[in-house]
């Protein structure tokens, strides 16, 4: 299946997908490492160290993860590392250390970057090779690791940070969900590091933050140096002074072996009160007459309240792969029906190998025979198989026409009995008047299909990590509750020409939301800025004037930024219409121009004397150049918040917060917020008596 990135939160609903994702999140995966065949047949590589570098700032964030390998053994060998990227993310750069030099890997078409892999192999010349596997799951191979020596390699990849209700988020992945049984009977996985681990994160926001936390790694070090820039460092039995000197680099601890089996997600709060408005972050070098930008428009809080009941109907995965997690997942849908407004309904359908109904009918949340039902479903054992489309058709054949009405899946499988065809689920749920929103669990899961049919319904898709936090999304869920959203957003650029502008159509926003638009604009000049929606059936316009700059070279990442969008793009129109050779072409066309790794592309590393023979132009080691010079220019002068609109606002209001409150409510009131949150919005379509897309 495609790539596709991640789509932003759809709203309120977005609470409960998390509600239920990271309290489903439990339990043992498999994670990022080094694959050795499970039959013993190659000796295997050690990762001697794993040192990993994040900078966050001006609304994106570059990761870069350098590791060294080492071969113990008397004998050259090959090794494969394999690795989860996050859903939005581009990978911009692989570099394979050659004879103490660092060579910059080049994108290639994927058949022919794996031709030329294999003929250095087998000449016994040092190559190395990053290929996508599977939906978001990479492999780098390095073809030689000489024996009793070292090997060292480097991957970065860039991607948006968007803010919700006034929360950042940060994850680096490292878990992998472990459903893909064929690959974890083929493949045994080493996520030892062996001598160094290091994870060093440095946020510079254009607004002051107030807190910064890591749920799932109380050894970290969070250091606050100004109320704009913060750090990260996880250094067990170490201490860092608040307000003390940044360090260029991570804590490290030789001599301590660490795994890479969880992930790492980091969280940070904005002050309350900061103003509404659109921030412009560009790029156009000098004398080009065409620049790319990312605008950012960050709604004031102008949401109208609401308040309605709802039909629930959940459908829920208790395949063999939910064994360590259902019982987690049966307590929190208990204690969010018990805390339903009294006219809400719900219904509960399971599916393993089969799927069945296990409540009779819908069942009134504040009634006797909701707590008997609930009881049931404390009961039940996960069995094997994923009939995921029988469970889906059932649910969907239990929404009542009379009411608004939303289904929950929630699933960390791939579809493996019955309908499996992504045309037969996109078309099924287009039959129903329903919203449906999916929860999906591990790198594993077939998220092009589950993405596909929830976007086909107006609903979202969205996956979870292990170590997210429910503080930072009680946060979302408490803001929403109970406001209207817009809808039929459209965003419009007039007085400076644009184009290849994405997303072409947004959709939707909610209360804390922000809305990231990529494109090209060219020269330069004066503009106004359209923003058309629709709220509780009226019109609404806002509008916005600014100068778009006719020079800016301080964010050069913009451009991969767009490309990458670009990509997805197409590949969502591949999703959903089938693979055509033009669309192919032009991935791949985007992908070798701005030096991306995608499906149909893969970046391969050479000794330097063999990319001319083999005709490989050299061109990414200059981009890399110039965006590395950017960022160091960036990091020495003062931390701006690029908003453009502050002379003419867009908004009269004030962005929506979240309160000062930071403790954390655990997952009973994480799970009451989250269904409170979707009761008030109505995810129906027939919300506020009118039809929504």
Same mark, same amino acid.
């Given at each position: 299946m495609m790539l596709r990135s991640y789509r932003f939160l759809c709203g309120y609903a977005a609470a409960l997908i998390f509600a239920l994702g990271v309290s489903l999140a439990g339990g043992p995966a498999t994670a990022a490492g080094l694959l050795a065949p499970a039959d013993g047949s190659r000796a295997n %590589?050690?990762?001697?160290t794993h040192n990993v570098t994040v900078i966050i700032e001006n609304s994106f964030a570059i990761t870069t993860i350098d590791q060294v390998f080492h071969n113990p053994h008397p004998q050259a060998l090959e090794t494969v590392y394999s690795f989860p990227v996050p859903e939005d993310a581009a990978v911009a750069e692989f570099t394979y250390w050659i004879d103490g030099q660092p060579v910059i890997g080049e994108v290639l078409p994927k058949e022919k970057a794996r031709q030329v892999y294999e003929t250095e192999q087998q000449a016994q010349r040092e190559a190395g090779l990053v290929e996508q596997k599977d939906y978001r799951t990479f492999d780098i191979a390095v073809s030689q690791v000489p024996a009793g020596q070292d090997v060292r390699t480097r991957l970065v990849y860039i991607q948006a940070m968007p803010v919700d209700t006034g929360v950042g988020r940060y994850v680096y992945p490292l878990e992998e969900g472990g459903v893909d049984e064929d690959r974890k009977a083929f493949w045994l996985l080493n996520d030892q590091v062996a001598t160094e681990f290091t994870f060093d994160l440095r946020l510079r926001s254009g607004y002051p933050v107030s807190d910064m936390r890591l749920p799932d790694h109380p050894n970290a070090l969070v250091s606050r140096h100004s109320e704009q820039e913060w750090s990260v460092r996880i250094a067990p039995n170490q201490s860092a002074e608040d307000d003390g000197p940044i360090q260029p680099a991570g804590i490290r601890?030789?001599?301590?072996?660490?795994?890479l089996d969880t992930d790492i997600v980091t969280y940070w709060r904005l002050e309350s009160g900061l103003p509404a408005g659109i921030n412009l972050v560009a790029n156009k070098a000098p004398g080009d007459k065409r620049g790319t930008?990312?605008?950012?428009?960050?709604?004031?809080d102008d949401l109208p309240p609401i308040s309605r009941g709802r039909d629930w109907v959940f459908v829920l995965d208790k395949s063999g792969s939910m064994q360590t997690k259902f019982h987690t997942l049966a307590e929190g849908v208990a204690e969010a029906v018990s805390k339903m407004p009294p006219d809400d309904r719900f219904r509960i359908f399971l599916f393993d190998r089969t799927a069945s109904e296990m409540t009779s009918g819908f069942v009134a949340a504040s009634s006797t025979e909701a707590r008997t039902a609930l009881d049931l479903l404390r009961a039940v054992q996960p069995d094997n198989g994923t009939n995921l489309y029988g469970g889906l058709d059932l649910g969907?054949?239990?929404?009542?026409?009379?009411?608004?009405?939303?289904?929950?899946l929630v699933t960390d499988g791939v579809a493996n009995v019955g309908e499996v065809r992504q045309r037969a689920f996109?078309?099924?749920?287009?039959?129903?008047?329903?919203?449906?929103?999916?929860? %999906?669990? !591990?790198?594993s899961a077939n998220r092009p299909l589950l993405e596909a049919m929830t976007g086909a319904s107006g609903g979202s898709a969205v996956s979870v990590s292990n170590s997210d936090d429910v503080v930072g999304v009680v946060m979302e869920a408490l803001s929403r509750l109970g406001h209207e959203a817009m809808t039929d957003v459209e965003l419009s650029i007039e007085g400076v020409r644009t184009a290849d502008v994405t997303p072409s159509a947004p959709g939707n926003l909610y209360r804390g939301q922000q809305l990231s638009l990529f494109g090209h604009y060219w020269n330069g000049g004066p503009a106004e800025v359209i923003l058309? !929606?629709?709220i509780g059936g009226e019109d609404r316009v806002y509008r916005a004037r600014f100068a778009f700059p006719g020079e800016a070279t301080l964010n050069p990442e913009i451009e991969r930024l767009w490309a990458f969008s670009q990509v997805d793009r197409l590949l969502t129109e591949n999703d959903h219409f089938g693979e055509t050779g033009d669309r192919a072409q032009a991935i791949t066309d985007l992908a070798i121009e701005y030096g991306l790794l995608t499906p149909y592309t893969s970046i391969i590393a050479l000794r330097p004397e063999m990319y001319a023979q083999y005709g490989i132009e050299?061109?990414?080691g200059v981009r890399r150049s110039i965006e590395e010079q950017a960022q160091l220019r960036r990091l020495s002068e003062k931390i701006a918040n690029n908003r453009a609109d502050e002379n003419s606002p867009m908004f009269q209001t004030a962005r929506a917060g979240h309160g000062t409150g930071t403790g954390s409510l655990g997952l009973v009131g994480f799970l009451v917020a989250a269904v409170a949150a979707i009761a008030a919005? !109505?995810?129906g379509r027939r919300a506020a008596g009118k039809s929504t897309p």
């Open positions: %590589i050690e990762i001697k601890y030789p001599g301590t072996a660490a795994r930008f990312m605008l950012v428009v960050t709604p004031g969907l054949r239990a929404v009542d026409a009379d009411r608004t009405s939303g289904i929950v996109v078309d099924r749920v287009r039959q129903q008047d329903t919203r449906l929103f999916t929860v %999906i669990m !591990g790198n058309k !929606g629709r050299r061109k990414q919005l !109505g995810v």
